[in-house]
Nanobody, 126 residues
Framework: QLQLVESGGGLVQPGGSLRLSCAASGFTLDDYAIGWFRQAPGKEREGVSCINNSGTSTNYADSVKGRFTVSRDNAKNMVYLQMNNLKPEDAADYYC???????????????????WGQGTQVTVSS
């Protein structure tokens, strides 16, 4: 059974850091681009970052550029999102998703992603 599981969310003060992890089971991640999305209460789910299947290309939303870094370890079937200098507006449920796009670039378009995790909550508050 193909499954994605996020972890690493929690409560952090503004300016703090968190590292989210996305673990895949039932398939090999290196066939997929992986995206990170977030959804705050009352808002649309938005793309945050993505990484192509080989890890050679990444993409970020303007709101997180310079603060978030996406990476992957295909040998471990894991993808990570390092989030630094967190702001209250970063608070949301964060989801990882898999796009079977093959080699090339990744996109921050929800419709491209076929498989989704259940999400992990990030709260940024003092």
């Amino acid at each position: 059974q193909l499954q994605l599981v996020e972890s690493g969310g929690g409560l952090v003060q503004p300016g703090g850091s968190l590292r989210l992890s996305c673990a895949a089971s039932g398939f090999t991640l290196d066939d997929y681009a992986i995206g990170w999305f977030r959804q705050a209460p009352g808002k649309e789910r938005e793309g945050v970052s993505c990484i192509n299947n080989s890890g050679t290309s990444t993409n970020y939303a303007d709101s997180v550029k310079g603060r978030f870094t996406v990476s992957r370890d295909n040998a471990k079937n894991m993808v990570y999102l390092q989030m630094n200098n967190l702001k209250p507006e970063d608070a949301a449920d964060y989801y990882c998703a898999a796009d079977p796009v093959g080699p090339g670039l990744c996109v921050l378009r929800r419709g491209s992603y076929e498989y989704w995790g259940q999400g992990t909550q990030v709260t940024v508050s003092s």
